[in-house]
């Protein structure tokens, strides 16, 4: 499962950031498109952060509109559902397209809280 590894790699990255900082990971702001359903990216984030520091903090997802536009013209947001792999076809000419977005995730923010209760954030 392509998604799995991709919020493995996240949820390493960010465990990384919370160690250099020394403290506790309070709220983690992720970003994603309609191709990456944030159920999705909420199942594997809480199976890749099981047993971390990252495991209690509060997780906010953003889900962004992932737009296409065929070269017939026509204007679709694409959604996992619709995807074969990374390919998209169109709803209106059936042209395929290479999705390079299919699996985008990006932290956008984390807010820790460090030994002496002060809270910082990063983004």
């Given at each position: 499962?392509?998604?799995?590894?991709?919020?493995?790699?996240?949820?390493?990255?960010?465990?990384?950031?919370?160690?250099d900082?020394?403290?506790?990971?309070?709220?983690?702001?992720?970003?994603?498109?309609?191709?990456?359903?944030?159920?999705?990216?909420?199942?594997?984030?809480?199976?890749?952060?099981?047993?971390t520091?990252?495991?209690?903090?509060?997780?906010?997802?953003?889900?962004?509109?992932?737009?296409?536009?065929?070269?017939?013209?026509?204007?679709?947001?694409?959604?996992?559902?619709?995807?074969?792999?990374?390919?998209?076809?169109?709803?209106?000419?059936?042209?395929?397209?290479?999705?390079?977005?299919?699996?985008?995730?990006?932290?956008?923010?984390?807010?820790?809280e460090?030994?002496?209760?002060?809270?910082?954030?990063?983004?």
């Amino acid at each position: 499962m392509h998604e799995s590894a991709v919020v493995g790699a996240l949820v390493r990255d960010v465990r990384k950031m919370v160690a250099d900082q020394g403290a506790a990971a309070r709220l983690i702001r992720l970003r994603t498109t309609t191709a990456f359903p944030e159920e999705t990216v909420r199942t594997l984030f809480a199976m890749h952060s099981a047993g971390t520091p990252l495991e209690p903090a509060r997780l906010e997802v953003e889900v962004e509109p992932l737009e296409r536009t065929c070269v017939c013209g026509h204007r679709m947001v694409v959604h996992k559902a619709d995807l074969t792999g990374h390919l998209h076809f169109c709803a209106a000419c059936n042209s395929p397209a290479h999705i390079e977005e299919a699996h985008r995730l990006e932290c956008r923010a984390i807010e820790f809280e460090l030994p002496e209760g002060k809270t910082v954030g990063y983004s």
